[in-house]
């Protein structure tokens, strides 16, 4: 191997399409990406749901869980792997709500949650983050998508999608709540 030439070897992931991408608009320029409770070298995939202060020019993450294994009893919620859920945050779905008290990454299939109380969620629910422990109100929505795979380190910025079409949401990374698709508006569509 010829000295100052280093190979890298392993391929990235391919992305699997979300959406129409020629439907895309990309907002201008970036935004400052400020969110401390996404822990630096993480990874934000592609239509990841942001809120964004235009005036500011500041994004933070909207973290959405989706629930993978109906919960009748108990305070354990199995979720989709790749949420940006962290211990001290609530949950909520607009009439209950809970706080996660710990987090298990253990199994390979989906991540648990223990709650602070009993939580019950319906297989392929989408719970938010919530602004108090009774999970009635959203502690943000998204009011943009994120465009590109970015990695979370000081001085990252994100670039915002301002719209898109024929969005799956079974293929999204990071599931969107209804709350957010309020705040969306008519400029994404969802498609199941």
């Known amino acids: 191997?010829?000295?100052?030439?280093?190979?890298?070897?392993?391929?990235?992931?391919?992305?699997?399409?979300?959406?129409?991408?020629?439907?895309?608009?990309?907002?201008?320029g970036g935004f400052n990406f400020e969110d401390a409770n996404v822990p630096p070298g993480t990874t934000l995939m592609p239509l990841t749901p942001l809120h964004v202060d235009l005036?500011?020019?500041?994004?933070?993450?909207?973290k959405n869980v989706k629930v993978v294994e109906k919960v009748t009893t108990g305070t354990k919620i199995k979720i989709a792997k790749g949420s940006l859920a962290y211990k001290g945050m609530h949950l909520g779905d607009g009439t209950n709500g809970a706080t996660v008290s710990s987090i298990s990454t253990a199994n390979a299939n989906y991540d648990e949650l223990t709650m602070s109380a009993a939580l019950a969620a319906e297989a392929g629910a989408v719970l938010f983050e919530a602004a108090a422990a009774d999970g009635a109100t959203p502690k943000a929505t998204a009011n943009f998508l994120n465009y590109a795979v970015t990695k979370v380190e000081p001085g990252?910025?994100?670039?915002?999608?301002?719209?898109?079409?024929?969005?799956?949401?079974s293929k999204l990374y990071v599931p969107i709540s209804d709350k957010d698709k309020e705040t969306l508006t008519a400029r994404f569509l969802f498609t199941i």
């Open 1 to 28: 191997m010829p000295a100052g030439f280093h190979y890298d070897l392993n391929p990235e992931d391919v992305l699997r399409e979300m959406c129409r991408f020629d439907t895309v608009y990309r907002l201008s």
């Open 156 to 169: 990252a910025t994100v670039t915002a999608i301002g719209r898109a079409y024929e969005v799956q949401e």
């Open 55 to 62: 005036t500011t020019r500041k994004a933070s993450a909207v």
